[in-house]
């Protein structure tokens, strides 16, 4: 009964920390998941995954030109811009990269060999 009383106020603890603990702490924990998920993948499925993460960069260009959008010029709004053209580059640059990968993969011609004479 004591371990139920012990996690119940462990639990209680960590619900009245700030918001910005809360957050830090995810962000410290998904550097570490990503770290790990990216060094355990295999290379042939690193070309499929660049294209999921070329996708997620335009869902952030989607996000970014609704935060540009406003008429006032505001941190967001420059922010905004900031990220339409930091995503477009990584986007540009995933597509790049993942076309020379799967041109790595294709099959090169043949050159005939016939007996000369």
Known sequence: MD?????????????????????????????????????????????????????ISSVIIVGALIAAGPGDMSIAKILGIAAIGLAAVNIFGGFAVTKRMLSMYKKKPQPDKKKEG
């Not at 619900?15 to 998920?37: E, K, N, T």
Request: proline share 6%; glycine share 2%; net charge negative.
């Open 3 to 55: 371990q139920i009383t012990q996690m119940t106020d462990t639990v209680m603890t960590t619900a009245s920390m700030s918001p910005f603990v809360s957050q830090i702490s995810l962000f410290v924990l998904s550097i570490f998941v990503g770290y790990y998920v990216v060094w355990s993948v295999t290379p042939a499925l690193h070309t499929p995954l660049m294209a999921v993460t070329n996708a």
